[in-house]
């Protein structure tokens, strides 16, 4: 662990039992507004690459790094507290759409290395407002729990070893860099478990471990994620690896993201985040919520005590992220409910033996 990493965690559990904390928002929207081109994904490393690059925003922490900091650079500036590493693609299985699965690990590190500089920067900057990095982990573009082929309904593409397998690569490429993982953009609940065990596992071979959060995600209207689980079975499922902080992100915008986040409020024995897009994508797929719009939804959340980590994901920006960390300025954070011991089983719904 680096000496950065091990200093700056103890002061983040620290604030976030005195405030809310704030996350980045969408790296990918940030990087769009640079205008790359072809040639800044390819970099010099990968000049004569057989296929196409551009929009694997992940490569340009190796190929162009300058861009990647200047985007931490502003989210730190507009007040966040945790920075992701640009990471959530950073594996064997889903750079493989690239053909570039022997680099995930180096994709993976370069990461971290951008995101440690840009937040040590602004530590040593503030130091009575500590900044940390968070190694992103995304769902991959393979499922454990649902069939590729319609007419094939056991049929998987992958298996649990093999996901495993991929995020243990991943995060043992950062593990000294970050101050803790986050498990993000979760659809399918059992990739998360492969990912929460390839942690372990690398705990146990470094020689200690670091916090992890687990963010799911709630595909649309129905309530529920993509392997059909509502908020409060998503939580159960994950439960196990007692996560520093387990919440939502993506897909929805804040005000159908609300229910669910209360939902696992009520229930979880961890701190709440929650990163929504910014209102709902219009038909072009660009996102038109402004930054005083997205506040007025996600800053009573704050104010009401039922989140301890916010930020933003897709289409969100500095200036959200701003604008939320002002509103909610003064707002208290959720202090953890009581919650009685029984027998609880997830399914695609909660099994509660009553109490």
């Known amino acids: 662990m680096s000496?950065?990493?091990?200093?700056?965690?103890?002061?983040?559990?620290?604030?976030?039992?005195?405030?809310?904390?704030m996350l980045d928002g969408a790296m990918g929207t940030m990087l769009q507004k640079q205008k790359l081109v072809e040639a800044d994904f390819r970099g010099a490393q990968f000049k004569d690459w057989h296929v196409p690059l551009q929009g694997n925003n992940d490569l340009l922490s190796?190929?162009?790094?300058?861009?990647?900091?200047?985007?931490?650079?502003?989210?730190?500036?507009?007040?966040a507290d945790l920075i992701e590493t640009n990471s959530f693609n950073a594996t064997t299985i889903s750079q493989a759409d690239y053909d570039l699965s022997e680099y995930a690990p180096e994709i993976a590190r370069a990461s971290a290395v951008v995101a440690r500089e840009a937040a040590d920067e602004y530590t040593s900057k503030t130091p009575?407002?500590?900044?940390?990095?968070?190694?992103?982990?995304?769902?991959?573009?393979?499922?454990?729990?649902?069939?590729?082929?319609?007419?094939?309904?056991?049929?998987?593409?992958?298996t649990f070893d093999e996901v495993k397998d991929t995020y243990k690569g991943q995060i043992a490429a950062f593990v000294d860099l970050v101050d803790a993982l986050l498990i993000e953009t979760v659809f399918d609940t059992l990739n998360a478990k492969a990912a929460i065990l390839a942690a372990k596992e690398v705990f146990a071979e470094v020689g200690y471990e670091l916090p992890i959060l687990i963010s799911g995600t709630i595909t649309d209207r129905s309530g529920r994620t993509l392997s059909g689980q509502t908020a409060e079975a998503f939580w159960l499922s994950v439960a196990h690896a007692k996560p520093f902080a387990v919440g939502l992100n993506c897909a929805l915008g804040a005000d159908e993201m609300r229910p669910h986040i209360l939902a696992i409020s009520k229930v979880a024995n961890s701190y709440i985040l929650a990163f929504p897009n910014a209102g709902l994508p219009n038909a072009f797929g660009e996102y038109d919520e402004s930054a005083d719009e997205m506040a007025a939804q996600v800053a009573p959340w704050a104010n009401e005590g039922f989140v301890n980590i916010l930020g933003g994901c897709c289409g969100s920006t500095p200036d959200h992220i701003r604008a939320i960390a002002r509103r909610i300025e003064n707002s208290a954070p959720r202090a953890h409910p009581a919650i009685a011991p029984t027998l609880r089983l997830s399914g695609l719904e909660p099994f509660q033996i009553a109490i």
């Open 3 to 21: 000496e950065a990493a091990g200093k700056i965690w103890p002061q983040i559990e620290q604030a976030i039992k005195e405030r809310v904390l």
């Open 62 to 79: 190796l190929t162009k790094p300058g861009a990647v900091k200047k985007v931490h650079r502003q989210y730190l500036e507009a007040g």
């Open 128 to 158: 009575n407002k500590p900044r940390a990095v968070i190694g992103s982990i995304g769902p991959l573009n393979k499922t454990l729990s649902i069939s590729p082929k319609v007419e094939d309904p056991g049929y998987r593409d992958v």
